[in-house]
């Protein structure tokens, strides 16, 4: 996974530029008034963002840039988190194994 996720610095940079890339890519759908754009994908093709009006869980949300569309991609924040910390533990178990085989081979 190729991503920016959780850079808090850029929030109010990440929504200008996530309305930016749709006007760009065409797209009709609307970035909802009180989305929080948090995660980049794919460099730049596309982002997340969840709705402040959701919930202390809301679920979250994905513009696919490639398809000019939005999509809910995981049912809650958590679920989001989760699986981005288990695909980034999974990656450096992957990267040590490949390490590893250089390094026995």
Partial sequence: MDSYVLRSVYLRRNREDALEMMV???CTELLPDDAIVFAWYNQ???FGFIRASEGDNPPVYFYDG???RIVQTHPT???FVIGYMDAFLDNIVKRKEWSRSLNNG
């Fill in 44 to 46: 730049g093709q596309g």
């Fill in 77 to 79: 924040l958590e679920a």
């Fill in 24 to 26: 760009e890519d065409g």
């Fill in 66 to 68: 490639t398809k000019g």
